[in-house]
């Protein structure tokens, strides 16, 4: 009969006895914590972010007029260290536009484009705003921007009759890429006939510097007549209440960021994309068919997610992507609610030229059947 062996571990040297008991006593500790406190972690997580009740000093140095650019193009990153007086000058004007192909709407917009002018300033910046609406205008209208603190964003303080100018001003406290959007009543309306654009307030510290920087804003278009309808068209309100969009686009018509109006890059090129959703109903599924966000910015805040491959964006609000562009052909751009993308004209495109990588994607094999370019 054999006695059974029992293996022991060889005994730990005494500065390791010291740390396990160390160990032991610290965790015993935070559960007691934990037990007393309730939940120390979230506390802890609220005091390293805090909340700060801004206090502008006022104090800015000269005065600039802003660079406002229609989309896709997006005025220069912001070189200065200080704040400084910015002056926006933008203009509402109602006007036809071309929707689709053979397909006008009467939009009212900001600065003759739809979306509206890319306003960029820096954080702490004093921004003096003036809106003018043209004397042919059938309707006041005035400016909400989500980067303002004060009463509806600037509305009331800019309700401008046709013919007239309004002027306000408020300091970019938070950074962010931030909504405007007329809210002149009814809102729905003014909304829904192209009043919207963007604004960033870039970080003190600045952005990282990239090789093209992109404005894309998506929204919704409810006419009388059906998708691709050919003609005039009238805003359907019935529609609009309904949340039944006839178009969904982006940069405010289909085909806008198709054939020669597409995006373009280069391969090994940093592409960052402010994209917007003006609404006024749907949430978007914003997707880069071919491409993972490196970085996503989410709802146009602080917060850095990583290898994202669809970001939501709620209407009123943004999102930054950033992304490599690793390989040549097209990317495209989609809401990933994908019949919009397919039967209601959200579809876009980023042009990449460039040398071909077989590491990053080869095509091995198929049917025999090779698309045009690919
Ligand atoms: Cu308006």
Same mark, same amino acid.
């Given at each position: 009969m054999t006695t059974p062996r029992i293996h022991l571990p060889a005994p730990l040297p005494l500065p390791k006895i010291a740390l396990v008991a160390t160990i032991a006593l610290v965790t015993l500790?935070?559960?007691?914590?934990?037990?007393? *406190?309730?939940?120390?972690? #979230?506390?802890?997580? *609220?005091?390293?972010?805090?909340?700060?009740?801004?206090?502008? @000093?006022?104090?800015?140095?000269?005065?600039?007029?802003? +660079? #406002?650019t229609e989309a896709p193009n997006v005025p220069p990153p912001i070189t200065r260290s200080y704040a400084t007086k910015v002056i926006v000058n933008l203009d509402v004007t109602e006007k036809p536009m071309r929707l689709a192909d053979s397909v006008e709407y009467t939009m009212w917009t900001f600065g003759g484009s739809v979306p509206g002018r890319f306003i960029r300033v820096r954080e702490g910046d004093l921004v003096e705003f003036h809106l003018k609406n043209a004397a042919n205008s059938t309707m006041p209208h005035n400016i909400d921007l989500h980067a303002v603190t004060g009463p509806g964003g600037g509305a009331k303080a800019s309700l401008t009759v046709p013919g007239g100018e309004s002027v306000f001003s408020f300091?970019? =406290?938070?950074?962010?890429?931030?909504?405007?959007?007329?809210?002149?009543?009814? +809102?729905?309306?003014?909304?829904?006939?192209? =009043?919207?654009?963007?604004?960033? +307030?870039?970080? %003190?510290?600045?952005?990282? %510097? +990239? @090789? *093209?920087?992109?404005?894309?804003?998506?929204?919704?278009?409810?006419? %009388?007549? %059906?998708?691709?309808?050919?003609?005039?068209?009238? #805003?359907?309100?019935?529609k609009g209440i309904d949340e039944k969009p006839t178009y969904v686009v982006f940069n405010g018509a289909v085909g806008s960021l198709t054939g020669d109006r597409a995006l373009q890059a280069k391969v090994g090129e940093k592409v960052r994309l402010f994209v917007g959703n003006a609404g006024p109903n749907l949430t978007s599924s914003f997707h880069v068919i071919g491409e993972i966000f490196d970085n996503v910015y989410t709802e146009g805040g602080t917060l850095a997610q990583h290898n994202v491959q669809t970001t939501l964006i709620p209407a009123g609000g943004s999102s930054i992507v950033e992304f490599g562009v690793e390989q040549p052909g097209d990317l495209i751009l989609v809401d990933h609610a994908i019949f919009r993308a397919f039967n209601k004209g959200t579809l876009g495109v980023l042009h990449v030229d460039g040398e071909k990588n077989p590491n990053v994607f080869a095509a091995i094999k198929g049917l025999g059947v090779t698309a045009k370019g690919e």
């Amino acid at each position: 009969m054999t006695t059974p062996r029992i293996h022991l571990p060889a005994p730990l040297p005494l500065p390791k006895i010291a740390l396990v008991a160390t160990i032991a006593l610290v965790t015993l500790a935070g559960a007691g914590t934990i037990a007393a *406190r309730g939940l120390p972690s #979230l506390d802890a997580a *609220r005091s390293a972010i805090g909340i700060p009740v801004r206090t502008p @000093d006022g104090v800015v140095k000269g005065q600039e007029i802003a +660079v #406002l650019t229609e989309a896709p193009n997006v005025p220069p990153p912001i070189t200065r260290s200080y704040a400084t007086k910015v002056i926006v000058n933008l203009d509402v004007t109602e006007k036809p536009m071309r929707l689709a192909d053979s397909v006008e709407y009467t939009m009212w917009t900001f600065g003759g484009s739809v979306p509206g002018r890319f306003i960029r300033v820096r954080e702490g910046d004093l921004v003096e705003f003036h809106l003018k609406n043209a004397a042919n205008s059938t309707m006041p209208h005035n400016i909400d921007l989500h980067a303002v603190t004060g009463p509806g964003g600037g509305a009331k303080a800019s309700l401008t009759v046709p013919g007239g100018e309004s002027v306000f001003s408020f300091t970019a =406290m938070n950074p962010g890429l931030f909504v405007y959007h007329c809210a002149t009543s009814p +809102v729905p309306m003014h909304m829904a006939n192209g =009043m919207y654009g963007m604004i960033l +307030v870039e970080p %003190k510290a600045g952005l990282p %510097k +990239v @090789d *093209r920087e992109f404005y894309v804003m998506q929204s919704e278009f409810y006419t %009388k007549g %059906k998708y691709g309808e050919h003609g005039m068209q009238m #805003l359907d309100m019935d529609k609009g209440i309904d949340e039944k969009p006839t178009y969904v686009v982006f940069n405010g018509a289909v085909g806008s960021l198709t054939g020669d109006r597409a995006l373009q890059a280069k391969v090994g090129e940093k592409v960052r994309l402010f994209v917007g959703n003006a609404g006024p109903n749907l949430t978007s599924s914003f997707h880069v068919i071919g491409e993972i966000f490196d970085n996503v910015y989410t709802e146009g805040g602080t917060l850095a997610q990583h290898n994202v491959q669809t970001t939501l964006i709620p209407a009123g609000g943004s999102s930054i992507v950033e992304f490599g562009v690793e390989q040549p052909g097209d990317l495209i751009l989609v809401d990933h609610a994908i019949f919009r993308a397919f039967n209601k004209g959200t579809l876009g495109v980023l042009h990449v030229d460039g040398e071909k990588n077989p590491n990053v994607f080869a095509a091995i094999k198929g049917l025999g059947v090779t698309a045009k370019g690919e």
